[in-house]
């Protein structure tokens, strides 16, 4: 087969962009763990201030002890607009909107989701210890550029799960651990 020598260029053209393409797609995946957000849940928007599980925003623990963080997006705000999180533990963000198509961004991470009206997107990621710009990256209207929030994020042993009172053990407990590990275990 006879193939022009202007149409070997572009063929090889196009090849070598898909498996840069292809390439850069995976690096991402593999190497610093982007994946799309690929649960499908919905919501009726009309009614969000008043369903269960956005009723009260921000974080939560479940029976199991997982961390989770739930967020409205409004024009122009992310309620809750700050939130404080333990450190290097996966936690799982439900983002909803109640009126337009919003962005959330959690600036310099792989947290990233569209927010659409109707759906709950999620997806789990885990932070070090600092502060996070959450930033709305879809135009949503005038008000687009002030739409940011604040991520606050502490070492875990520092955290506690707002509602529960502190965990942390006092002095006491230590020593008790100690005596035991001393006394009885023998090694
Ligand atoms: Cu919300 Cu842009």
Same mark, same amino acid.
């Given at each position: 087969?006879?193939?022009?020598?202007?149409?070997?260029?572009?063929?090889?053209?196009?090849?070598?962009?898909?498996?840069?393409? /292809?390439?850069?797609?995976?690096?991402?995946?593999?190497?610093?763990?982007?994946?799309?957000?690929? %649960?499908?849940?919905?919501?009726?928007?009309?009614?969000?201030?008043?369903?269960?599980? $956005?009723?009260?925003?921000?974080?939560?623990?479940?029976?199991?002890?997982?961390?989770?963080?739930?967020?409205?997006?409004?024009? $122009?705000?992310?309620?809750?607009?700050?939130?404080?999180?333990?450190?290097?533990?996966?936690?799982? /963000? %439900?983002?909803?909107?109640?009126?337009?198509?919003?962005? $959330?961004?959690?600036?310099?991470?792989?947290?990233?989701?569209?927010?659409?009206?109707?759906?709950?997107?999620? /997806?789990?990621?885990? $932070?070090?210890?600092?502060?996070?710009?959450?930033?709305?990256?879809?135009?949503?209207?005038?008000? %687009?550029?002030?739409?940011?929030?604040?991520?606050?994020?502490?070492?875990?042993?520092?955290?506690?799960?707002?509602?529960?009172?502190?965990?942390?053990?006092?002095?006491?407990?230590?020593?008790?651990?100690?005596?035991?590990?001393?006394? %009885?275990?023998?090694?």
């Amino acid at each position: 087969m006879k193939v022009d020598l202007y149409e070997k260029i572009w063929m090889w053209g196009v090849t070598g962009m898909l498996v840069l393409f /292809f390439g850069s797609m995976a690096n991402g995946a593999l190497t610093a763990n982007r994946h799309p957000p690929s %649960h499908v849940e919905t919501i009726d928007p009309m009614a969000v201030m008043k369903d269960p599980r $956005f009723a009260t925003q921000g974080v939560r623990v479940d029976a199991d002890g997982r961390v989770h963080a739930w967020i409205i997006g409004l024009t $122009f705000t992310w309620l809750p607009a700050e939130m404080t999180l333990p450190a290097d533990t996966p936690i799982t /963000f %439900h983002v909803t909107a109640v009126d337009v198509t919003h962005g $959330f961004h959690i600036v310099r991470t792989n947290g990233q989701t569209m927010v659409l009206p109707g759906y709950i997107s999620q /997806f789990t990621t885990q $932070f070090a210890a600092g502060e996070y710009l959450v930033a709305c990256n879809e135009y949503c209207g005038i008000g %687009h550029h002030n739409m940011a929030g604040k991520l606050v994020v502490v070492p875990a042993a520092e955290w506690s799960a707002p509602g529960s009172a502190a965990v942390a053990p006092g002095p006491d407990a230590v020593v008790v651990v100690a005596g035991e590990e001393a006394g %009885h275990e023998g090694h």
